[in-house]
């Protein structure tokens, strides 16, 4: 219903969307400024220090490791480093920022003008208009084997800054302050080091905003960043918003979405907020620039502040620190560290593995997927990496979302996929016998060969004993075996079955089919 409405509202607006991304980077060990853990949860404001909670005559001091990082992500996503950089005090109140300021970045940003590419299912948009009317990408690159298309989205800057605290209003929901009695202000956050990426407004749809994030949260899950947990809160995404007719060049007021904590809400509330824009126009009116708020329950966004409130943030640079002036060299050094991203991993598992893309995406889009497989593989060896993709991607799958599990947390591991598909392709038990093991070493954690064992499921292979049964079971219908010979073929299924019951499931079936229509043709 909601799709079809975003689907005939899409025909006649053009909706332009801009994402801005915060990550935690909670690779590394301290705060952005000074000496606190970073971690999640803990007692409220034991993670604390005079620095992260802005005491007079604290003096901040630069986590080098999270300069790293960012750059780390700027080189992986096309961007250009700055030579010369700096932090800026960006000043606001709120009481989860001790300072009254946040040591953020103004014009002087780590990385800017970078892109990644992202593929989309169906078809795109085929004009891409920017900000001054003018065609800003060729346009969407058809991939007509996967029936969806690839288009590129800018990205204009990734910046660093300090993490604020977080609030928690006391009889309100999801954050917010409505019902509340009081609030109380935790402060371990405070100073955590935080990544901000700022899109281009290069997307056109909300199934390409969906994409565009989850690109680049396995960009940074490959870096090794962050946890990225949309749901934690170490991965933050605002949407950026706005319709217009379509063929018009100026772009729309826009609204800003927040508070989106999985990337399905974060398609929903764009859908959702696109639909409204448009009806708003179709109706006479106009779209009011302000900050919406997501709600997931009653699936619709609603005003969170006006553009009135909009502060002046009288950014200053940071008087506390030198700016900073990077050696190429040093820049270089950091872009051998690059690992390998997922569009490459991608790449590699379709041409070393045979894999077919759509499991080569899934598998290379998550680093601990990614890692599960290329150690089973090692294992049960290339030939059987489609194998263990097919176990991933299905039965393993599946399983991690029924117990709302990691892959690391699974009782099921590498060692024991590999092995596995080792009873299966050698025909030591069927792939019907092997779900059931399966299920029971998702269970239990025990071996695959172990409960083959202990359940006695060894799949009889050997052709004499099979012949045995099968002559056995065509002697007890002679009749049956007459009218086979007649032209009656159709009771081969009667015959397979009745050999498949007398060795309890455990005969091969494919062994069995052969030796019954040989011997029924000799
Ligand atoms: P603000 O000053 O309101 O924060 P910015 O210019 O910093 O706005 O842009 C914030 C984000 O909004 C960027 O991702 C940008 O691409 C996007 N954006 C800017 N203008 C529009 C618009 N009219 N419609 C949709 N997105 C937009
Ligand atoms: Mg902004
Ligand atoms: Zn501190």
């Not at 003008?113 to 060729?138: C, H, K, M, N, S």
């Not at 056109?204 to 680049?216: D, G, I, M, S, Y």
């Not at 799958?397 to 996929?417: F, P």
Request: hydrophobic letters at 40%; proline letters at 5%; aromatic letters at 6%.
């Amino acid at each position: 219903m909601a799709e079809d409405r975003l689907t005939e509202v899409l025909e006649r607006y053009e909706a332009v969307i801009g994402l801005e991304i915060h990550t935690e980077i909670t690779a590394t060990n301290t705060k952005m400024f000074c000496g606190c853990p970073v971690a999640f949860g803990g007692e409220p404001n034991t993670r604390v220090c005079p620095v992260c909670l802005g005491l007079p005559g604290a003096l901040p001091v630069p986590n080098e490791a999270a300069i790293e990082w960012t750059v780390l992500a700027g080189l992986a996503t096309d961007c250009d480093i700055a030579l010369w950089s700096q932090f800026h005090r960006k000043q606001y109140f709120y009481p989860d920022m001790p300072k009254d300021y946040q040591i953020s970045q103004y014009d002087l940003p780590f990385c800017s003008g970078g892109e990644i590419e992202v593929e989309v299912d169906g078809q795109g948009v085929a004009e891409r208009i920017d900000l001054d009317g003018r065609v800003a990408f060729e346009g969407p690159t058809p991939v007509p084997e996967d029936g969806g298309y690839r288009t590129r989205i800018g990205i204009t800057r990734i910046h660093l800054e300090e993490d604020t605290g977080k609030m928690i209003h006391v009889g309100g929901s999801e954050g917010r302050i409505s019902g509340a009695t009081h609030s109380l202000v935790d402060f371990n956050r405070a100073g955590t080091p935080l990544m901000e990426l700022v899109s281009e407004p290069d997307m056109r749809t909300p199934e390409e905003a969906r994409r565009f994030a989850q690109k680049l949260r396995s960009i940074w899950l490959a870096l090794g960043i962050s946890d990225c947990s949309m749901e934690e809160g170490s991965m933050r995404v605002d949407a950026n918003v706005s319709v217009r007719p379509r063929g018009a060049s100026e772009l729309g007021t826009k609204s800003e979405v927040k508070n989106m904590n999985s990337f399905k809400a974060l398609h929903d509330a764009l859908a959702y907020e696109i639909v409204r824009q448009a009806e708003a126009l179709d109706a006479g009116g106009c779209v009011v620039q302000e900050t919406r708020h997501w709600d997931a329950t009653a699936r619709r966004t609603s005003t969170l502040r006006s553009k009135e409130e909009a502060h002046d943030y009288r950014y200053f640079p940071e008087p506390d620190m030198v700016p900073f002036s990077f050696d190429p060299e040093w820049i270089d050094g950091l872009a051998d560290r690059l690992p390998e991203l997922p569009d490459a991993r991608r790449d590699r598992y379709m041409a070393e593995f045979g894999l077919p893309k759509h499991d080569a995406s899934i598998l290379s889009a998550d680093l601990q997927m990614a890692c599960f497989f290329e150690e089973a593989v090692g294992i049960a060896g290339a030939d059987r990496a489609r194998q263990v993709a097919n176990w991933m991607l299905g039965e393993l799958a599946a399983r991690l979302n029924a117990d709302s599990v990691e892959i690391g947390e699974s009782r099921v591991t590498s060692a024991m996929v590999a092995e596995l598909v080792g009873l299966v392709e050698e025909g030591a038990i069927s792939s019907k016998q092997a779900k059931e093991v399966f299920a029971e070493m998702a269970d239990s954690g025990d071996a695959p060969g172990a409960i083959v064992e202990a359940r006695g499921m060894k799949q009889v292979s050997d052709a004499s004993a099979i012949e045995e049964v099968v002559r056995r079971v065509l002697e007890a219908s002679p009749d049956k075996v007459a009218s086979y010979r007649a032209g009656k073929t159709g009771l081969l299924g009667f015959f397979v079955g009745q050999v498949m019951r007398e060795m309890r499931g455990q005969g091969n079936p494919q062994v069995v089919s052969e030796t019954v229509v040989r011997i029924l043709s000799e």
